[in-house]
């Protein structure tokens, strides 16, 4: 809660944005309320229309709080790309897919009459999210070979390696898998970033599990966790853990679970506990060990969340 006032008294939008991003979930009601209504204050102030995305978003998705037309009137009298360009990203984030459609492609017009390449790359890869979201694959890879031809014209390597993994991703779900695989490994053989690679072993992860391959996909998420610690793809990657242990909870596949805790817990030693709980309710349900000896585990956990998600896969049955 301080960090945050902090970034709001300092009047730092970036870092009060990624902070939301990580902590409202954290926040009790009433200081989230508090929170949100001091960044929305901010985000109006310093027109920063990728902070007020996320106010609005979080007052309605936590509190139930409806602001979506106050931020269409301010984007009609703005009329502006970026407020225009994430009222459109919000829609897209509350499900209103055929909005965020509408809008990027009156935005497209525009922009493509001025020949701002960037942000017509911008708009191309946002609706192939939108299309790969409503399942329409073709769609959605024809969107981003668009997108990427702009920023090949722009000479943007690293946005042009962030398409291609989504197109890998695309073309995964496709279910051309050897496809996807070659044009993955490709890329990490290419210089890339911390952020790239935990994306890219998110993609394998999907794969492995896809193919019921649970203990390589537990190592794809190891890796994505590995090097997703200091962005948003670190919480990417332990929640498909939890969805990958989640399924193996469910299909007895108990020693296959406390078999690979310890390189969990090895590898974040924050999170020591946490693991060893997992290890040892695998364990119990395996029948190695006693109600007891799980209960000591459980006792070490101080993290409210992690507890609750070691009470959630516990009650796994099928």
């Given at each position: 809660?301080?960090?945050?006032?902090?970034?709001?008294?300092?009047?730092?939008?970036?870092?009060?944005?990624?902070?939301?991003?990580?902590?409202?979930?954290?926040?009790?009601?009433?200081?989230?309320?508090?929170?949100?209504?001091?960044?929305?204050?901010?985000?109006?102030?310093?027109?920063?229309?990728?902070?007020?995305?996320?106010?609005?978003?979080?007052?309605?998705?936590?509190?139930?709080?409806?602001?979506?037309?106050?931020?269409?009137?301010?984007?009609?009298?703005?009329?502006?790309?970026?407020?225009?360009?994430?009222?459109?990203?919000?829609?897209?984030?509350?499900?209103?897919?055929?909005?965020?459609?509408?809008?990027?492609?009156?935005?497209?017009?525009?922009?493509?009459?001025?020949?701002?390449?960037?942000?017509?790359?911008?708009?191309?890869?946002?609706?192939?999210?939108?299309?790969?979201?409503?399942?329409?694959?073709?769609?959605?890879?024809?969107?981003?070979?668009?997108?990427?031809?702009?920023?090949?014209?722009?000479?943007?390597?690293?946005?042009?390696?962030?398409?291609?993994?989504?197109?890998?991703?695309?073309?995964?779900?496709?279910?051309?898998?050897?496809?996807?695989?070659?044009?993955?490994?490709?890329?990490?053989?290419?210089?890339?970033?911390?952020?790239?690679?935990?994306?890219?072993?998110?993609?394998?992860?999907?794969?492995?599990?896809?193919?019921?391959?649970?203990?390589?996909?537990?190592?794809?998420?190891?890796?994505?966790?590995?090097?997703?610690?200091?962005?948003?793809?670190?919480?990417?990657?332990?929640?498909?853990?939890?969805?990958?242990?989640?399924?193996?909870?469910?299909?007895?596949?108990?020693?296959?679970?406390?078999?690979?805790?310890?390189?969990?817990?090895?590898?974040?030693?924050?999170?020591?506990e946490f693991f060893e709980g997992v290890k040892a309710v695998a364990l119990?349900?395996?029948?190695?060990?006693?109600?007891?000896?799980?209960?000591?585990?459980?006792?070490?956990?101080?993290?409210?969340?992690?507890?609750?998600?070691?009470?959630?896969?516990?009650?796994?049955?099928?």
């Open positions: 809660m301080e960090e945050i006032l902090k970034a709001i008294q300092e009047k730092d939008c970036k870092r009060l944005a990624s902070l939301l991003y990580y902590k409202v979930d954290e926040l009790s009601e009433d200081d989230l309320k508090e929170v949100l209504e001091k960044a929305e204050k901010l985000a109006l102030e310093c027109k920063d229309y990728e902070l007020y995305k996320l106010v609005v978003y979080y007052f309605l998705e936590f509190l139930n709080i409806d602001k979506i037309e106050e931020f269409e009137k301010i984007a009609e009298k703005e009329d502006s790309f970026e407020a225009k360009y994430h009222l459109a990203d919000l829609y897209y984030l509350i499900g209103e897919l055929e909005k965020a459609l509408d809008l990027y492609r009156g935005l497209l017009e525009k922009e493509t009459e001025k020949g701002n390449l960037e942000n017509i790359a911008k708009i191309y890869y946002n609706m192939g999210l939108i299309h790969e979201e409503l399942l329409e694959y073709e769609k959605a890879l024809e969107l981003m070979e668009k997108a990427e031809k702009a920023l090949e014209e722009l000479g943007k390597e690293e946005e042009i390696k962030q398409i291609r993994i989504y197109k890998a991703y695309i073309t995964f779900e496709m279910g051309k898998i050897a496809e996807a695989k070659a044009e993955l490994a490709e890329l990490l053989s290419e210089n890339l970033d911390n952020r790239m690679k935990s994306q890219i072993h998110l993609v394998f992860e999907e794969m492995f599990e896809d193919k019921d391959n649970y203990e390589a996909a537990l190592h794809e998420c190891l890796y994505a966790m590995l090097y997703g610690r200091d962005s948003e793809y670190f919480d990417v990657g332990f929640d498909a853990l939890i969805d990958v242990l989640w399924q193996m909870m469910l299909e007895d596949r108990f020693e296959d679970i406390y078999n690979n805790m310890d390189m969990f817990a090895r590898a974040f030693p924050e999170m020591k119990y349900k395996d029948g190695k060990v006693g109600r007891e000896e799980v209960s000591e585990y459980i006792t070490k956990i101080k993290n409210r969340r992690l507890l609750d998600l070691l009470e959630f896969l516990s009650e796994a049955e099928l």
